[in-house]
């Protein structure tokens, strides 16, 4: 499985942009990232996931560096709703029967 | 709405005594997982399943068992055997085993010891 390094906790105020970062430098060439959060006391819930290009829905948008050994999720305006933690994870698909969570990175948003 | 519903949200055990956690979905998908969660730490997978009929171990399945009789169930039983269990359950399901498509989790069962 690929190993991922981010940030163990990050700030943002209210209402700004936000750059989460990965690092997934042993990520083989057919995996997906994939990103999820969790809000304290629930399950983890997807945002988005991609392979090459970056990738955009109505929760946020995923830039994937060319060479695919770090990508970043970006928040476009933070709200309080967004504090939670986000786990980066790449994600083989086919033959894959789990997904591997880390400790991810806490965010917490500042009014 | 289509989803996964997750029952109790807390349970308490006795030692010595199994308990049941249950894992309703209806989102049609064929795969389906248990996951646990220690605090402050990320999920390891203790069963998973791709289709009915069919399950097999993941990293930490030792003191737990599961069934999956149903597409649509997949029930988790918390033995005597399992001498920590002490920590938040959270059940997973995905279109099938063989996709990249993203993991819908219920909203977890949080068991305690008595």
């Known amino acids: 499985d690929a190993k991922t390094t981010q940030p163990n906790s990050m700030e943002s105020n209210e209402e700004e942009p936000v750059h989460l970062p990965c690092n997934h430098s042993?990520?083989?060439?057919?995996?997906?990232i994939h990103w999820y959060r969790q809000l304290p006391s629930q399950g983890p819930e997807y945002v988005i996931h991609?392979?090459?290009s970056n990738v955009n829905n109505r929760m946020a948008s995923l830039a994937i560096a060319e060479d695919r050994k770090s990508s970043t999720l970006i928040l476009h305006r933070a709200t309080l709703r967004d504090a939670a933690v986000y786990y980066c994870?790449?994600?083989?698909?086919?033959?894959?029967?789990?997904?591997?969570f880390g400790k991810g990175t806490k965010l917490s948003v500042i009014p | 709405d289509g989803g996964i519903t997750q029952s109790p949200k807390y349970l308490f055990r006795k030692e010595g005594q199994n308990v049941t956690l249950s894992c309703e979905q209806n989102?049609?998908?064929?795969?389906m997982y248990w996951y646990r969660q220690d605090p402050g730490q990320g999920l390891r997978l203790i069963y998973y399943?791709?289709?009915?009929?069919?399950?097999q171990k993941g990293d930490i399945a030792e003191g737990y068992s599961v069934s999956r009789e149903k597409k649509e169930s997949f029930p988790l039983t918390v033995t005597s055997a399992q001498k920590n269990p002490t920590a938040f359950y959270l059940c997973?399901?995905?279109?099938?085993?063989?996709?990249?498509?993203?993991?819908?989790f219920g909203d977890g069962t949080r068991l305690s010891i008595l």
């Open positions: 042993t990520i083989s060439g057919t995996d997906y």
């Open positions: 399943s791709q289709i009915v009929n069919d399950f």
């Open positions: 991609g392979l090459t």
């Open positions: 994870i790449p994600d083989s698909g086919a033959g894959s029967y789990q997904l591997t």
């Open positions: 997973a399901s995905r279109t099938d085993g063989a996709t990249n498509q993203p993991q819908h």
């Open positions: 989102l049609n998908h064929d795969a």
